[in-house]
């Protein structure tokens, strides 16, 4: 079985499932709960042969043996006693709840979906591309999902790329959402020579993350509060300034911030001295379908960056190349800014003052189609959701 055909097997229950008003996300939510216990029972039997890590009466094997109202019961009470159990098991289960109320689909999600795979035998990279085919349809999802929160994977490998990650570090994302970068500095680390201590510290200790919705570059107020202290108590250097076109959600302006938390240095002067700044925005067009981000998009600013050497950094911006996109600012010029706000931009947007040079016809016409399409499909999901009109 191949990615693409287990996320629309995957995908046909939650169409399913909606009719009862369980969303996109509820429904991801759910799968990842009885994935869990399909799984924790995998363990348990050969090759692996495991202790149980789910006490009785909990296990997978109880929801196989009930149907109706019993199985709806049990599941509920299931998730209710993991989210008290201790260690990892309560944190994953934690305020869990039920949300498919009908337990004949339940029952159906239990057996012909999850019990008839062998879920623990397939490719790790077949499961996280399942899992990114999942997600990605609900960011389509033009009502409910949440497009501006799902980043490309090329964006990802490409911020993975430059960060250069070493065996025992710790990886932090504070904006993890699904956890897209944590999964793939899984991945890249798992690429190196790792002995016995470092793949423990890989998988125990190595990745967290925290969600945190960050309009930290230009925001008023709270905004303007976090950005004087990254620049104060962290080292940013280097700011990539992200096309729209990436997201679902229409007209989401990103940045990826690459920083250093340090000590507090003695003379009381920031920790920020200079920042380097990438424009993958001014000039450029994406669209989700016609002309997606790749990876060699990113190749220029990966080349640029040179983790290992900061301080032999070149400016591509200069009189004689003023559509160079790599430049660096003092600290200084950024803290006098109106409220210290990191939104810069030097590069001439072509398409507000010369016909000449905006995109090509068929670029236009694409994201045209696409903003219309998104339109149409928002208007179908709210016209199923009013009330049928009555007849005489």
Known sequence: MNASTLVQKLWNYCNILRDDGLSYGDYVEQLTFLLFLKMADEKTKPPFSQKPIIEAPWQWPELLKLDADPLEVHYRHTLEALGKA????????????????????????????????????????????????????????????????????????????????????????????????????????????????????????????????DSVLFEGGAGETVRRELLKQGDLQTILRLPTGLFYAQGVKANALFFDRKPPRPDGKPNTQRVWFYDLRTNQHFTLKTRPLQHADLDEFVRLYRAENRLTREATFSESNPQGRWRSYGVDELLARDKASLDLFWLKDDSLSDNDNLAPPEVIAAEIIEDLQAALDQLKELESDLPPVPTS
Request: contains cysteine; negative net charge.
């Open 86 to 213: 201790d260690g990892v098991i309560g944190v994953i289960f934690r305020k869990a709840q039920n949300k498919i109320q009908d337990p004949a689909k339940l029952k159906r999600l239990i057996v012909d979906l999850i019990d008839k795979e062998d879920w623990s035998s397939l490719d790790t990279d077949l499961k996280g591309d399942a899992y990114e085919g999942l997600l990605q349809k609900n960011a389509e999802d033009v009502k409910g999902g949440a497009g501006q929160y799902f980043t490309p994977r090329a964006l990802i490998q490409g911020v993975v790329e430059v960060m250069n990650l070493q065996p025992g570090e710790t990886i932090c994302d504070p904006a993890c959402g699904t956890a897209g970068f944590l999964l793939a500095a899984h991945t890249e680390l798992r690429k190196l020579k790792l002995s016995k201590s470092q793949l423990a510290h890989l998988n125990t200790q190595a990745l967290t993350g925290v969600e945190l919705v």
